[in-house]
């Protein structure tokens, strides 16, 4: 079973977006897999890879915000650079021993339902509206 489920309201209405994020939940699934496992090096190449598909992520949108002349890029490339930075501190807070596993994995959860659910779906708002994408 997995540790996070996907859900209705963490649906922006785009769905190379969603699709992404569905594959963002998968490997923080992964995660906590190999946490319950106690298995070392899995927990660190999951967490690896969920920072380089971040990054992926991030740019996809980014290219995005382009695209459609966002007005709120700024502000939402922020929220993208802040998050990058908090998990690189919690993740080397974990390899010097000060914060367990499970504190960065909670703060990962919370901070992408929460940047799902308000500022991503801003986005597909601004989409629908300027009917980009359907309703």
């Keep these: 079973m997995p540790f996070i489920n996907w859900s209705k309201n963490l649906e922006t209405g785009i769905d190379s977006v969603d699709e992404q994020h569905h594959i963002l939940l998968d490997i923080l699934n992964s995660v906590h897999a190999s946490m319950a496992e106690g298995d070392v090096s899995a927990i660190d190449a999951s967490f690896k890879k969920l920072m380089e598909y ?16 966002y007005p709120f890029t700024a502000s939402h490339k922020r929220e993208h650079e802040k998050l990058k930075l908090e998990a690189q501190e919690r993740i080397a807070e974990y390899k010097a021993g000060a914060i367990e596993m499970i504190d960065i994995l909670a703060f990962l959860i919370d901070w992408l339902q929460e940047h799902i659910a308000t500022t991503d779906k801003r986005f597909g708002d601004y989409l629908r509206l300027k009917k980009i994408i359907s309703a």
């Design 54 to 69: 971040t990054d992926f992520h991030f740019a996809h949108e980014e290219k995005l915000f382009a695209q459609f002349n």
